[in-house]
């Protein structure tokens, strides 16, 4: 078997320029704190029964929230075009820095299990984690959600906002 031409992996998979999520959580576990982060890794995973997986990285705090046991449900919030500011906001800081809430200010209210719906960001859905997948060797965990409530703006017509336009944006930690 070849060896992998990591630099033409990267460019295949920068052909796929993945459309932008922001996942918010809130665990029970650790008193009811809520938190967000910039997600590209995302994936529908089955028709029938509908599933969905999210890999957060194993440095944000955002996993850490999701890892705990009584934490039941994640939020997806699809990106637009225009939400680049939000997209820096969730991706380009930390909640792990004792002076960053990614959610002060914005309005928001709660979902099932308590996950954050912020209004800033209509097309969203709220799954109920069902699994979480370490892959060996990885840094980002999966959590198999099962979709329980969705919604889409009437009309919206916007393209969402994808990873190439994102490549700006300093990461608030490392992968």
Not at 48 to 73: G, I, K, M
Not at 80 to 92: C, K, Q, V, Y
Request: negative net charge.
């Amino acid at each position: 078997m070849a060896e992998l031409d990591a630099g033409a992996f990267d460019a295949l998979v920068a052909r796929l320029d993945t459309a932008m999520v922001v996942v918010t959580v809130a665990a029970e576990g650790a008193g009811g704190e809520v938190d967000g982060c910039l997600v590209g890794f995302h994936s529908q995973s089955s028709i029938d029964p509908r599933r969905y997986v999210v890999w957060l990285s194993v440095e944000n705090r955002t996993f850490r929230l999701a890892a705990e046991l009584a934490t039941t449900h994640l939020a997806v919030h699809l990106l637009s075009a225009s939400d680049l500011d939000l997209a820096e906001r969730f991706g380009g800081t930390t909640g792990d820095d004792p002076d960053v809430d990614k959610l002060a200010g914005l309005p928001w209210s709660p979902g099932a299990g308590g996950a954050p719906l912020l209004d800033a960001l209509p097309e969203r859905f709220v799954g109920r984690i069902l699994e979480r997948l370490r892959v060996a060797g990885g840094d980002h965990v999966g959590f198999v959600l099962e979709p329980e409530s969705a919604e889409v703006r009437a009309g919206a017509a916007e393209a969402p906002l994808r990873m190439g336009r994102t490549g700006d944006i300093d990461p608030g930690h490392p992968a």
